[in-house]
């Protein structure tokens, strides 16, 4: 099984950055992929970034060009700098892991708000 943990939300004003982090443990060989996604109140979750084990990567349109979404040095951490946030960034964020041969993993999410 594979555990996930997110890190790293907080408060920020608008334009001001933060950056997320993903905190895998467990079986992590089995990772082929690792997404972010975020869910606004009374919004539906959404898709925001993927990064796979090969490094290819891809954004929402929504964050394109302000998101970066990265591994660490060690296999376990994945993060997601958030640059020129804005008031609609406000969101929980979660951690997705795509796993081989297993149902995908999910985090428990941490807080990002963006004041105006």
């Known amino acids: 099984q594979v555990q996930l943990v997110e890190s790293g939300g907080g408060l920020v004003q608008a334009g001001g950055s933060l950056r997320l982090s993903c905190a895998a443990s467990?079986?992590?060989?089995?990772?082929?992929?690792v997404a972010w996604y975020r869910q606004a109140p009374g919004k539906q979750r959404e898709w925001v970034a993927i990064?796979?084990?090969?490094?290819?990567?891809n954004y929402a349109d929504s964050v394109s060009g302000r998101f970066t979404i990265s591994r660490g040095n060690t296999e376990n951490m994945v993060y997601l700098q958030m640059n020129s946030l804005k008031p609609e960034d406000t969101a929980v964020y979660y951690c997705?892991?795509?796993?081989?041969?297993?149902?995908?993993?999910w985090g428990q999410g941490t807080q990002v708000t963006v004041s105006s």
């Open positions: 997705n892991a795509r796993i081989r041969y297993a149902p995908e993993a």
């Open positions: 467990g079986t992590i060989v089995s990772i082929h992929a």
């Open positions: 990064i796979t084990e090969g490094g290819s990567t």
